[in-house]
Nanobody, 127 residues
Framework: QVQLVESGGGLVQAGHSLRLSCVAS????????MGWFRQAPGKEREFVAA????????DYADSVKGRFTISRDNAKNTVYLQMNSLKPEDTAVYYC????????????????????WGQGTQVTVSS
């Protein structure tokens, strides 16, 4: 199991940027695909972005493609989500998660494939 702690959330105006960080503890981080999900008030949690264990392949929800970038630094046990051109509809609690499969070759968008979750960090975008 990987323990995850997110940070970097906050209140920003529309059009501005934030970078979320997720620090992992545990020896399997560098072998795990990682994902970011978000949950807005009154809505179900949804997929945002994912990255393979080596960092070579990424996947994004259509709603964030071209604005958000997921990356990772395995030496620092950290995965990042750079969020640019933020919109009020990006307001949500953002969670990072570790895929239960080690050395996975394909990226998943399903919560069921992610076994470890952080506590979440709030992002609020004002108009």
């Amino acid at each position: 199991q990987v323990q995850l702690v997110e940070s970097g959330g906050g209140l920003v105006q529309a059009g501005h940027s934030l970078r979320l960080s997720c620090v992992a503890s545990g020896r399997t981080f560098s072998l795990s695909n990682m994902g970011w999900f978000r949950q807005a008030p009154g809505k179900e949690r949804e997929f945002v972005a994912a990255i393979t264990w080596g960092g070579s392949i990424t996947d994004y929800a259509d709603s964030v493609k071209g604005r958000f970038t997921i990356s990772r630094d395995n030496a620092k046990n950290t995965v990042y989500l750079q969020m640019n051109s933020l919109k009020p509809e990006d307001t949500a609690v953002y969670y990072c998660a570790a895929d239960r499969r080690l050395l996975g070759h394909d990226l998943s968008r399903s919560e069921a494939d992610f076994s470890s979750w952080g506590q979440g960090t709030q992002v609020t975008v004002s108009s």
